[in-house]
């Protein structure tokens, strides 16, 4: 199949632009789009057969379920059961964005998307190019990350082509992303609403709207499992091809013990790289040192992360050190993501 690219500058674009892109959707073929989180891969969510297509494109587990998008409110009640009042309130606050909310789903919503679970995750995403396409296609369009499943997810056409040429029949160009990491998933099923995934809108966004919400116990369970043992291949996402261990402590230590770890490393005639940041990029005694942004913005390392991920990859890196962040606000979704590509490796030094 040849993967057609369809370049539309998202600051300045008329409908009509999105016409093959829609009709390609309106037939049930896939289309990958930009978001203002990451690329996603599109498909018509209430078509089984298009859901199966996004499965197969990825390689992902079917039993993983799809984010559905949509783009005017009224959307939501014909795919949700039951829409509890915080869940409105922070529709409200929130959409359109990188918000991702999981409802009882109503029948028309085929298991095919939902992965065979009896809930529906959907987000309204703020992207004009997204916003569009979701409107022309008139479709609600089921779209994971335009990524083959396990690889970082793709914050640049360019991406969505390394994993996705020839699979898949268009991608639209849109440039580059804004926030680079994954929506926000809050489960709004139960009683009490839980972050299953660390976001853009953080926890303290959310309570301020709607009150004290739990984190997944999973989310943090993990973590304390990576000290004490060494974890399962299952949690390894995101993730580029090298090892990759996170260093974690006093400034100056995790230089030091960086540069450690890289000159044995290159001592065994390895190919090693280092993930720092802005402020110390010139500390490092190795060849392959990346910056993926400063500390000072906490969002500019969200949007440089999984561009930073797949060079390591290009750089052949079989060895890749990186510093950690701190896990509070945007840094507990940026952490989120680095322990997944790390498999959970993490040093405290
Ligand atoms: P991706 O868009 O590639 O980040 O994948 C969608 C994410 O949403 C995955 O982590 C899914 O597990 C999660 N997700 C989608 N639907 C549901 C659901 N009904 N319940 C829980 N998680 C969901
Ligand atoms: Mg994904």
């Not at 309106?26 to 990451?38: D, M, N, R, S, Y």
């Not at 197969?56 to 783009?71: F, M």
């Not at 802005?278 to 040192?289: F, I, K, P």
């Not at 910056?291 to 990859?313: C, F, N, P, Q, W």
């Amino acid at each position: 199949m040849n993967t057609a690219i369809c370049r539309i500058d998202p600051e300045n674009f008329s409908d009509e632009e999105l016409n093959t892109a829609g009709d390609i959707l309106q037939k049930g073929e896939l289309v990958a789009f930009p978001t203002e989180t990451v690329y996603g891969l599109g498909g018509n969510a209430l078509d089984p057969r298009a859901s199966a297509k996004i499965y197969q494109a990825k390689g992902r587990p079917s039993d993983n379920p799809l984010i559905v998008h949509i783009s005017e409110m009224e959307d939501l009640c014909r795919l949700a059961a039951f829409v509890p009042e915080k869940a409105k309130r922070l529709a409200d606050a929130f959409w359109p964005g990188p918000l991702t909310m999981i409802f009882r789903k109503k029948d028309i919503v085929p298991e095919a998307t939902t992965g065979g679970l009896s809930t529906v995750a959907v987000r309204m995403p703020s992207h004009p190019i997204a916003r569009a396409l979701i409107r022309r296609s008139g479709i609600y369009i089921a779209a994971p990350s335009a990524n083959s499943s396990g690889r970082p997810s793709p914050t640049k056409a360019e991406h969505v082509l390394e994993d996705l040429q020839g699979k898949i029949p268009m991608v639209i160009d849109g440039g580059g992303v804004g926030i680079g990491l994954e929506s926000t998933i809050v489960d709004m099923t139960e009683g009490s609403p839980s972050i299953l995934r660390p976001g853009y809108i953080t926890k303290e966004m959310i309570e301020r709207e709607i009150g004290e919400v739990q984190i997944d116990p999973a989310l943090l369970a993990m973590k304390e499992n990576v000290v004490a043992r060494a974890p399962g291949m299952k949690y390894r996402h995101y993730a580029p091809k090298g090892q990759m261990t996170i260093v974690e402590g006093d400034t100056e230590r995790v230089i030091a013990a960086i540069n450690d770890m890289v000159r044995e490393k290159q001592a065994l005639g390895c190919c090693v790289a280092v993930i720092a940041t802005e402020e110390t990029r010139e500390c490092y005694q190795c060849s392959l040192v990346r910056s993926v942004g400063s500390r000072k913005t906490e969002g500019s390392i969200a949007a440089g992360l999984y561009d930073i991920l797949r060079e390591m990859d290009h750089l052949g890196a079989e060895f890749i050190f990186a510093e950690s962040f701190r896990e509070d606000r945007l840094g507990q979704a940026i952490m989120n993501r680095m322990l997944k590509a790390a498999a959970y490796r993490l040093i405290q030094v």
